[in-house]
């Protein structure tokens, strides 16, 4: 290798600015070696046996056989065809994969190198075989993305996981030192990927700032208040409770175990545990509306997407990776789901006071909407004798969560958290949700009607069926919103 220059992968690591100073140990050179062409590493010199190379004596000894077979099977793949090494690999292909199998931190010569065998060939080719990837806490996918906790960063992608033309969209405006809200919203409103879709809610939700700087401060700081404030409310003696209080938190015990049943992740104790907790101190802390029915289902998809930030690939909704996750990790994820919840219920706070005048409020707006769009459907409805509020309560109380599947559910928030003001957009969603069985619900009496809207038969849809409600939503949006007189019917004139 004396006299060759170094293979463009450790000529990168060199410039490359890493922000852990624990990734700047994984490869070096010497200045010296590097201006007469040489590449050394500074700790563990390469050895060379019989032609074949090996990275450290620690190699070496991890080798069963001898050290012709090691190097054959890894210059074969373990299949004997000659493979191209990533470092050496010219191809612009490849250079993605490098960049990411370096920022992942999976390819380490002084901590891995019995994983890690390179063979010198007649052209001088260097081969590696890279070691398994287990499941883990995330680590972030690039250099410049700001590692908040091991939560809050994008997955470790397999090195053959190339991203989408949507996902490297999203990529870039998430690894951006200051994000810009409207892009990502507008981004956000066709959907987000899986891995970027805990950090994008908790930016638009407000919870985490737009500048990189301000985040790790900023969760460090709220899951500190969070944790203040179990001390406060919680973890008391129910002596120390008001009459109250106490009806309170029995309500919020009796409702968490009802909470999406048919979800094995919502049936484990851990998840009911905290779920309870959130829910009661909520409450304790807005007294003005204090703990209503309908809440617990809104933190459900919050639940969900942050406890998925911990993992890569695996469905948290089978409870499975309850096993695996750390007492303090469920914390985490109680914080975040509390503060987020917070804020959007914020926004819509007079759904949950007293007589719930914000449900009242959406409810005669969908009657007003329906009557104008589909004056055939409103018509039937009132001659049968059934009124709006008796099945748009709970669509407007839950906002839908409990006509859907959870993951519908999440492909629905995410466009409407990126709306400024979902409760208006909801509106439209209800509408044209309704408007789908028109058909079939002017041909129904009063008691199979009933029957069908207490049940609506949404139990095969998936994302494209709820792709297409938003978009249907959105045209009628485009045509009604912000105009009060597009919502009077021709009879009400």
């Not at 979902?422 to 949700?433: L, P, R, S």
Request: proline content about 3%; some cysteine.
């Amino acid at each position: 290798m004396s006299g060759k220059r170094l293979p463009g992968f450790l000529r990168r690591t060199r410039r490359r600015d890493y922000q852990d100073s624990e990734e700047e140990d994984y490869f070096t050179t010497d200045d010296d070696d590097e201006s007469q062409g040489k590449g050394k590493k500074n700790n563990n010199a390469s050895q060379k046996t019989n032609g074949k190379q090996v990275k450290s004596s620690d190699a070496t000894k991890n080798i069963s056989g001898s050290k012709d077979d090691a190097s054959e099977s890894a210059s074969s793949g373990g299949n004997g065809k000659k493979t191209t090494s990533l470092q050496d690999s010219d191809d612009p292909k490849d250079e993605e994969t490098r960049d990411s199998f370096m920022s992942n931190g999976t390819a380490t010569a002084s901590r891995s190198s019995s994983s890690l065998v390179r063979s010198s060939s007649s052209n001088d080719s260097a081969n590696f075989t890279a070691p398994p990837t287990k499941p883990a806490k995330r680590a972030a996918s690039r250099s410049s993305t700001p590692v908040l906790s091991s939560s809050s960063a994008h997955f470790n992608r397999p090195l053959d996981r190339k991203l989408s033309y949507r996902e490297s969209k999203f990529d870039v405006i998430i690894a951006d030192e200051n994000i810009k809200m409207s892009e990502l919203c507008k981004l956000s409103w066709n959907g987000v990927p899986r891995e970027f879709r805990g950090m994008a809610w908790k930016i638009m939700l407000g919870y985490l700032p737009t500048n990189a700087s301000r985040r790790a401060n900023t969760l460090k700081r709220k899951r500190m208040e969070y944790k203040d404030a179990i001390a406060q409310h919680y973890d008391i003696d129910d002596n120390a409770r008001t009459l109250q209080e106490q009806e309170t938190l029995r309500q919020v015990l009796v409702d968490v175990p009802r909470t999406a049943p048919e979800i094995a992740l919502f049936r484990n104790e851990r998840i009911k545990r905290i779920l309870g907790r959130l829910l009661y101190i909520w409450a304790m802390r807005h007294p003005a509306s204090s703990y209503v029915q309908g809440i617990n289902d809104l933190a459900t998809p919050l639940i969900a997407v942050f406890l998925s930030d911990y993992y890569e690939g695996d469905d948290v909704l089978d409870g499975n990776v309850m096993v695996l996750l750390s007492e303090e990790s469920l914390d985490e994820v109680e914080a975040d789901v509390y503060w987020c919840l917070t804020n959007i219920l914020a926004k819509i706070q007079d759904h949950y006071t007293a007589d719930q005048p914000g449900v009242q409020r959406m409810v005669m707006r969908l009657e007003e909407l329906i009557t104008r769009i589909d004056g055939n459907l409103a018509e039937h409805l009132m001659d049968v004798g059934i009124q709006f509020i008796q099945f748009s309560f709970k669509w407007m109380n839950c906002l839908l969560l409990r006509e859907f599947n959870l993951k519908c559910v999440i492909r629905l928030w995410d466009t409407y958290i990126s709306e400024d003001g979902f409760e208006d957009f909801h509106v439209y969603v209800c509408a044209a949700f309704l408007c789908q069985f028109s058909a079939q619900l002017q041909a129904m009496d009063f008691e199979k009607l009933f029957a069908f809207m207490q049940d609506v038969p949404t139990e095969n849809w998936g994302e494209t069926e709820v792709e297409m409600l938003l978009s249907q939503a959105y045209v009628l949006s485009t045509l009604f919103g912000g105009s009060d007189a597009h919502l009077t019917s021709s009879s009400a004139r």
